[in-house]
């Protein structure tokens, strides 16, 4: 089989690592717009059943050694009172590790791998897919320069589009999707160099509804003197949406102002926030999920198929696992179209299942159900307003519906 990949992000590398590894592709190349791979993006959480996925890879030693590994899950009301703590990743018994990682660092490794695997030839940057077409035999991509001119078209089996949020394959086959859909909340996102926090190595969550923030290391002694990097990503409710652009530098007077009294004895947020190396923002859009991926010898995979509101750390992690089902897929199934329909038929349902639930039941509906019983104030006995049943129901139906409870994730792969 000769594979065409569309997009060297994510999903795409990850794709052509996993089709290496079943043997199955006479040919993989991967096709990326940009011109140089730059170092972009800030943190991103890779998840256990997506870590299990790079695992098989035989890439977690290499992740683990440039990550974060947190092992607690504590959510705080804007008060900075804690509400619920959980052990996470390892320490909730996974077998394979959740990690936070800086992107540059998880897109390193398995450009590395891919490079190294499928050869250098055959990862080809400045060719920005612009259309694709397809006769019973083979599929055509058509592809231009960053500046437009146009470059010649490839040919191949099957063209897998992992082109990202801005996908031009998507807007191929739903020409008439119209613009993102906006829920009405913008992010901020940064990193700073900081002290060790809680357990030195938790994931906290604070504040309900119209304004929260979401704290996480991705390095530990990130500086030589002991100290963390720490991600951080401000959610406030707003009328209009920033640009849709991962990498659109945010200011801190759009957002600083919310977050300036929440000094508590476990962390200074409004310092945190000023003594950010960078700060970026980004709005909350998704798309609906749509009827079908696969058209013949083409198909959608991770944000070009199912675009999903950044949070719950699980866009990356549905990239991987959509990768490594296709791979698999392409394995058992002699015909390459029937795979690319198995792909679908297994992935599109859960995926929309997460892109809805993310909409209307995101993690921190714990502290919202909180806030919304204390009318936001600070509560002198957490028993008196929720018990430690109700939360922990709460947070084991998200992590079931984002496919990362311990036990779905130990069951085995496929
Ligand atoms: C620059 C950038 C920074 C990001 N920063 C963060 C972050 O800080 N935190 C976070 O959680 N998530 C971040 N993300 C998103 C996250 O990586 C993805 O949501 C997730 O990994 C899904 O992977 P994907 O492969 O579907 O898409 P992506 O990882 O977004 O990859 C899509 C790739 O396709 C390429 N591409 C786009 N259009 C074309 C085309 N027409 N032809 C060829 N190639 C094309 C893009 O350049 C990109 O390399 C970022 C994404 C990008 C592109």
Not at 49 to 74: F, I, N, R
Request: proline share 6%; glycine share 10%.
């Amino acid at each position: 089989m000769d594979a065409i990949v569309i997009g060297g992000g994510i999903g795409g590398l990850t794709l052509a690592l996993a089709l290496h590894a079943t043997g199955k592709a006479r040919r993989i190349r991967v096709f990326e717009a940009a011109a140089e791979m730059r170092a972009l993006g800030i943190g991103i959480n890779i998840g256990a059943h997506a870590m299990k996925e790079l695992s098989a890879l035989g890439l977690e030693d290499e992740l683990v050694a440039t990550s974060c590994q947190p092992q607690d899950y504590a959510f705080f009301t804007r008060h900075g009172q804690l509400v619920y703590r959980e052990p996470f990743g390892k320490a909730a018994g996974h077998q394979w590790p959740h990690i936070a990682l800086l992107r540059p660092d998880l897109q390193r490794v398995l450009l590395g791998a891919v490079r190294e695997r499928i050869g250098p030839e055959n990862f080809i940057t400045g060719h920005r897919c612009t259309g694709v077409e397809q006769n019973g035999e083979r599929v055509t991509a058509h592809f231009a320069e960053p500046d437009g001119a146009a470059l010649p078209s490839q040919q191949g089996d099957v063209l897998i589009a992992c082109d990202g949020i801005h996908s031009a394959v998507r807007t191929q086959y739903y020409p008439d999707e119209g613009p993102f859909k906006f829920r009405g909340f913008n992010l901020w996102r940064g990193v700073t160099v900081h002290k060790p926090f809680l357990t030195g190595a938790s994931i906290a969550r604070i504040g309900a509804r119209h304004a929260t923030m979401i704290i996480y290391p991705l390095r530990r002694n990130y500086d030589g003197q002991g100290n963390l990097l720490l991600n951080w990503v401000c959610e406030i409710e707003r009328e209009v949406a920033v640009p849709v652009d991962w990498n659109k530098p945010g200011r801190l007077e759009d957002f600083y102002p919310t977050y300036q009294d929440w000094v508590f004895d476990w962390m200074d947020v409004p310092a945190l926030i000023r003594n950010a190396e960078q700060i970026l923002s980004y709005p909350m859009v998704d798309r609906d999920p749509l009827p079908r991926w696969s058209f013949g010898r083409v198909t959608l995979l991770g944000d070009a198929a199912h675009p999903m509101y950044p949070q719950g750390g699980n866009g990356g992690a549905q990239a991987i696992l959509d990768a490594a089902t296709l791979a698999r897929l392409f394995q058992s199934e002699a015909d390459p179209v029937a795979a690319l329909k198995a792909y679908e038929a297994a992935r599109l349902p859960p995926t929309s299942k997460i892109v809805v639930q993310n909409r209307t039941a995101p993690p921190n509906v714990i502290v919202d159900t909180v806030e919304q019983r204390t009318g936001g104030r600070r509560f002198d006995r957490l028993e008196d307003v929720i018990s430690q049943d109700e939360m922990k129901a709460i947070f084991e139906s998200y992590q079931k519906v984002a496919g990362y409870h311990v036990q779905q994730v130990s069951r085995p792969q496929g």
